[in-house]
């Protein structure tokens, strides 16, 4: 536990927003992540560049975090961040920008075709999320507890997690 916490310690998440009405450069408010193996997976060579130009922009409205689908910019819950497990942002983070990179190749986010712990492009994310979550050492109870959301049954959480290969909790 405590090596996960140094991880995400060092990562200068700024925990202080205030929702605007705005996009602001994510590299102002994510500082770190440039550097992290996760995201330079994710982005290859091209990952100093991708996180310079993008944007987020901070809500209250309710969710965690998204990827427009209009711009591929973020969008984030302002409490979410100030409030919510850090551990949790972190993993979401890393789940989101592999949906900016999946915007960014032209690829449907949002496809209505799949159900959503279906859809490919979501258990693309969930796996990049995964990976670094069991790099970080969580226990497998711990990831099936990440990967738990309101808008999913517990039927699609199992087959979720089946399908990246993490142990369902009894």
């Known amino acids: 536990m405590m ?4 991880i995400v310690n060092r990562l200068h998440i700024s925990r202080m927003i205030s929702a605007r009405a705005a996009t602001h450069p994510f590299m102002d408010y994510f500082k770190g992540l440039k550097n992290v193996e996760a995201v330079r997976r994710i982005f ?11 944007k987020v922009e901070f809500t209250w409205l309710s969710g965690y975090m998204r990827v427009s689908n209009v711009d591929g910019h973020l969008i984030i819950n302002s409490r979410y961040v100030n409030e919510g497990d850090r551990i949790d942002v972190y993993l979401d983070l890393i789940h989101e920008l592999v949906h900016v990179k999946q915007f960014m190749e032209g690829k449907e986010l ?6 959503y712990a279906e859809r490919p492009t979501e258990v693309e994310a969930y796996r990049y999320a995964v990976e670094e979550a069991r790099r970080m050492g969580l226990s497998d109870e711990r990831i099936y507890q990440y990967l738990k959301t309101e808008w999913m049954s517990n039927e699609d959480l199992k087959q979720l997690a089946k399908t990246l290969n993490v142990r369902c909790p009894h």
């Open 3 to 6: 090596r996960m916490l140094r």
């Open 110 to 115: 949002f496809d209505s075709d799949y159900n």
């Open 44 to 54: 290859g060579e091209k990952t100093q560049e991708v996180l310079h130009n993008l």
